[in-house]
């Protein structure tokens, strides 16, 4: 199959930094994006690595290994709004263009 | 502003009905997809469309349909065959130039009762 995981669920503090990991089979990888969902809304895009390394976009970043089939997402100065499903998926063999999600991790943010 | 709209918000039906969901996009995008949600769950593909008059199944293609006759609609039909149709169903769209990187629909809550 081709699995993706990351964590279900994770608690942090308002301005506080997290790191949400994801992890995937690394046969036909061609790119991973990440998403936020809102509570009964539609996810809308975050980030996309298809190389190795950091990408940086505000208080968002993205990091990807294709080597270790690892990715992670750092969100930093958190605010309330942060609260959100963020959902990690994979572009398996581009010809197709269809993603493979993970389930998703609930972020809750505390003041 | 382009975009991708889903209709209705949200949509009730008794047991043994089919149901069409809508979706359009004027994003000229070429590729579009389907996708249903389940409760802390991820979204599971169930059709995609690469161009015109073709499209694959997904991973949970059984009990649905879909139709591509223009580029910018991209209905899924909920037969009454799907054993568990009751979900929150995404349609969304792409393409090669943004490495297929998804705009998502708002939604359509489906409850069959």
């Known amino acids: 199959g081709q699995n993706i995981d990351q964590p279900t669920e994770m608690t942090a503090t308002e301005g506080a930094i997290v790191q949400i990991n994801c992890t995937y089979q690394?046969?036909?990888?061609?790119?991973l994006f990440w998403y936020q969902q809102h509570a009964g809304e539609a996810p809308t895009f975050l980030s996309y690595?298809?190389?190795?390394g950091l990408e940086e976009k505000g208080r968002f970043s993205s990091f990807l290994s294709r080597s270790k089939g690892y990715s992670y997402l750092l969100l930093k100065e958190l605010q309330m709004k942060d609260s959100a499903s963020y959902l990690c998926a994979v572009l398996f063999n581009t010809n197709a263009g269809k993603s493979t999600f993970g389930d998703g991790t609930t972020l809750t943010v505390k003041p | 502003d382009g975009g991708i709209t889903q209709s209705p918000k949200y949509l009730f039906r008794k047991e043994g009905q089919n149901v069409t969901l809508s979706c359009e996009q004027n994003?000229?995008?070429?590729?579009m997809y389907w996708y249903r949600q389940d409760p802390g769950q991820g979204l599971r593909l169930i059709y995609y469309s690469q161009i015109v008059n073709d499209f694959q199944k997904g991973d949970i293609a059984e009990g649905y349909s879909v139709s591509r006759e223009k580029k910018e609609s991209f209905p899924l039909t909920v037969t009454s065959g799907q054993k568990n149709p009751t979900a929150f169903y995404l349609c969304a769209s792409g393409n090669r130039d943004r490495a297929y990187g998804y705009t998502f629909g708002s939604g359509t809550r489906l409850t069959v009762v």
């Open positions: 994003l000229n995008h070429d590729a």
């Open positions: 690595n298809v190389l190795d």
């Open positions: 690394t046969s036909g990888f061609n790119g």
